[in-house]
């Protein structure tokens, strides 16, 4: 029995000592939070784990983009699965603007005025589409004349990481710091859609997701342990546990979601029934934090680096 303890807060408080007293404060999901960044801090210092960081696209759209970005410049992952959304927002942030909105905007006079609203964040129209599609067939053409004609989605992100000369960006710096980014839906955005446009006019060029399959069976397979940093569920969740299944599961695993367990879907499940698909080791340090992660993400790796 350990005592629960109250927080303690002072003005000169470290975010990380706040995070910190989380674990004993008994106080509902803030002692998951605090030990999901126990967790994260004993993965990232663990020279033999291969760490993953997987997250969905629609968080990309807002500031989470900068803590995201923050965690690769200092060398906290060496691989990411993503989605589609993921790369669409990062390169329309890269290229414009997108602004501040809420929930309850009127969605017909929104489309009316050639704005899109993705929550409360709001994404004109010119800055999305039309600016992904000249980027990125900009991009493809340039690789085809270099004599590309079959790519895997990570060699589409270190092309478009390349590319993006902006700090801000999430590809630009894995494309910095040699991490290679993993989509396995990336059919499903507009960055798949212009690489199937592409294709319309240059038949002969590929899109191989085997060469995905490859480079992640050398990662996997090579790796004496690995950890995972898991925001939001759907494809990138379960491309990250689905891999980590053929060396027995993961070692350290971080799950932050909003979604519930109780209707069986893969982003409500929590970590704990991925043991039972040996997705995670039996005795992995293991956690699930339920909240927002534009307000858990950010203490967590703020307490972690501080």
């Known amino acids: 029995m350990r005592p629960v303890r109250d927080i303690r807060i002072s003005p000169e408080m470290k975010v990380s000592e706040l995070v910190k007293q989380f674990r004993e404060a008994g106080g509902f999901s803030a002692k998951y939070l605090g030990i999901a960044a126990s ?40 691989a990411i699965i993503t989605t589609c959304g993921a790369l669409d927002h990062d390169i329309a942030k890269s290229l414009a ?17 050639g704005i899109h609203r993705l ?9 999305y589409g039309p600016a992904i599609e000249r980027f990125m067939q900009a991009v493809l053409e340039e690789a085809y004349s270099e004599g590309a004609r079959e790519l895997g989605s990570y060699e589409v992100c270190e092309l478009i990481g390349r590319k993006l000369h902006d700090e801000g960006s999430i590809l630009y710096w894995a494309h910095r710091r040699g991490v290679k980014v993993f989509v396995p839906g990336i059919m499903d955005g507009a960055v798949g859609t212009q690489l199937w446009l592409f294709q319309q006019r240059h038949r002969d060029f590929r899109l191989n997701l085997f060469r995905d399959s490859d480079e992640l069976a050398g990662i996997i397979f090579e790796a004496e342990r690995t950890g995972a940093l898991m925001i939001g569920g759907g494809i990138s969740k379960h491309h990250t546990l689905w891999w980590n299944q053929f060396r027995e599961g993961l070692d350290y695993v971080i799950y932050l979601t909003t979604a519930c367990e109780y209707d069986g879907s893969l982003s409500g499940a929590r970590v704990h029934e991925a043991v039972s698909w040996m997705k995670v080791k039996t005795g992995a340090k293991k956690v699930t934090v339920y909240g927002d992660a534009t307000i858990t993400l950010p203490l967590i790796v703020a307490a972690v680096i501080g």
């Open 39 to 78: 967790i994260l801090k004993e993965m990232i210092e663990d020279e033999k784990c291969v760490k993953f960081l997987s997250f969905v696209g629609a968080p990309v759209a807002t500031g989470l983009r900068g803590v995201i970005l923050e965690a690769l410049k200092r060398g906290m992952f060496d």
């Open 119 to 127: 929550g409360s964040v709001l994404i004109p129209l010119d800055s």
């Open 97 to 113: 603007q997108y602004y501040d909105g809420d929930f309850w905007m009127d969605d017909e006079k929104l489309r009316e005025e």
